[in-house]
């Protein structure tokens, strides 16, 4: 790879480890209203997994449809908080959603059925 690739690669490494650490330190409040809403969905229904989860973001970042019932019942939770949650700029809400789908990826193979993540963050969230 040259200098000049290499570099590239760097900056958006480097721009993307900034938009996490700024998002967690800046908003998180919408981290949090995000991972208490799934793991909230997953104590009362027990439906919920990781993949679901990670799916239910992905469908609202990419604007796909949702694979599983479950994840599009997610999909319609979020949309509810973010319409609560005016007072955020949509970009602070789009980066929040990417920052915990990739706590999700870090926590979580995202098989189905498997819950490491939501067991992860629910020690955090009484």
Not at 95 to 120: C, E, K, M, T
Request: positive net charge; hydrophobic residues 45%.
């Amino acid at each position: 790879m040259s200098g000049y690739l290499r570099k590239m690669v760097r900056n958006k490494m480097r721009s993307k480890h900034s938009v996490f650490k700024r998002t967690v330190r800046e908003h998180e409040d919408l981290l949090e209203d995000i991972e208490t809403l799934f793991v909230t969905a997953a104590r009362t229904t027990g439906l919920v997994d990781d993949a679901a989860c990670h799916d239910a973001i992905e469908a609202l970042l990419t604007g796909r449809a949702p694979r599983s019932p479950i994840a599009a019942l997610l999909v319609d939770k979020l949309c509810r908080r973010r319409k609560m949650r005016a007072d955020a700029s949509e970009n602070a809400w789009q980066d929040a959603l990417r920052v915990v789908a990739a706590s999700i990826r870090n926590h979580s193979a995202r098989l189905p059925g498997q819950v490491d993540y939501l067991l992860f963050i629910g020690f955090f969230i009484p």
